[in-house]
């Protein structure tokens, strides 16, 4: 469950990074936007690969 929250948590993280990708004023802002969205969905895909790497070695040994 505590890996639910964390994935819950960046879904909001991207979605506000979203807002303020539609909000922004100048390219600058898009990209800073941009940016903030890679790092959260890039942090979501670590966890959830270090999961299922913890899953597979469970399952293989």
């Not at 993280?13 to 600058?28: L, M, R």
């Not at 800073?32 to 690969?49: I, P, Y």
């Not at 270090?50 to 399952?59: A, S, T």
């Amino acid at each position: 469950m505590e890996l639910l929250k964390e994935i819950d948590t960046i879904i909001e993280e991207v979605k506000d990074e979203a807002g303020n990708f539609k909000a922004a004023e100048s390219t600058a802002d898009e990209i800073e936007a941009l940016k903030e969205m890679l790092d959260a969905l890039m942090r979501g895909a670590r966890q959830v690969q270090e999961k299922i790497d913890l899953y597979n070695d469970r399952r293989y040994r």
